[in-house]
């Protein structure tokens, strides 16, 4: 539907485990990204990937680990959440030309809740 | 929508009436503004961008303004129908390629 696919939708995780959320996007852009949806925030930049290559690091902490094999592919691995991660991660590519952007598309998000 | 816990400006319209949502942003420098609707359960739907050299751009029932001078940016929806009940943000993009978000309006269209 949207061309950024992510997976799980949900996910409930305890608080020493180990999870990752997967995204996938099917438009041939160059950039991906990370962010996250909070109840008590608006939509925060976690992570860029320009090229596969991590170009922005939100002051995101180290539990939250991303890996962007190629750049139709971007995981965020969770390790030793907090109950006060539990959000709304958002996927997103954009197409970046000779610096200038275009419209980013968002995939339907990972619900995630730490318990 | 997921931003439920947030104390979201709330703008409730007839179906059929006209909508105005507003956003001010921050960075005199952004250069690129985009719209975006999210329904409950989804993610961001890209409705209408608009770049730093333009103030007016139109698209289907959508039109977007934007006052560099004042840092404003608005979005007119036409005709609002039940579907367009959602929560709308605003973006811009001040550096690089990183998009900013606003807080989100809750946009309620009664039948």
């Known amino acids: 539907e949207t061309g950024v696919t992510q997976t799980p939708r949900h996910l409930v995780m305890g608080m020493t485990n180990k999870k990752s959320l997967k995204c996938e996007q099917h438009?041939?852009?160059?950039?991906m990204y990370w962010y996250k949806q909070s109840a008590k925030k608006p939509l925060e930049l976690m992570f860029v990937?320009?090229?596969?290559?991590?170009?922005e690091n939100n002051s995101v902490p180290s539990r939250f680990s991303p890996e962007c094999p190629n750049s139709s592919h971007l995981f965020l691995h969770l390790h030793t959440l907090q109950p006060e991660d539990s959000a709304l991660y958002l996927c997103?590519?954009?197409?970046?030309?000779?610096?200038?952007?275009?419209?980013?598309?968002f995939g339907q998000g990972t619900r995630l809740t730490v318990v | 929508g997921e931003s439920v816990g947030l104390h979201l400006p709330t703008l409730s319209v007839q179906e059929g009436d006209n909508s105005i949502i507003n956003c001010a942003y921050s960075?005199?420098?952004?250069?690129?503004f985009i719209w975006y609707k999210q329904e409950s359960g989804k993610g961001p739907q890209f409705i209408i961008d608009?770049?730093?050299?333009?103030d007016k751009r139109q698209g289907q029932r959508v039109t977007v303004l934007l006052n560099k001078t004042v840092k404003h940016l608005s979005l007119q929806i036409a005709a609002t129908q039940p579907g367009d009940s959602a929560v709308y943000f605003c973006?811009?993009?001040?550096?690089?390629?990183?998009?900013?978000f606003g807080g989100g309006t809750r946009l309620m269209v009664k039948p």
């Open positions: 997103a590519s954009s197409q970046v030309q000779a610096r200038r952007n275009t419209e980013a598309f």
């Open positions: 438009l041939g852009h160059n950039a």
């Open positions: 990937y320009n090229f596969k290559e991590q170009t």
């Open positions: 960075n005199s420098a952004s250069d690129y």
């Open positions: 608009i770049r730093s050299n333009m």
């Open positions: 973006a811009e993009n001040n550096a690089g390629n990183m998009l900013t």
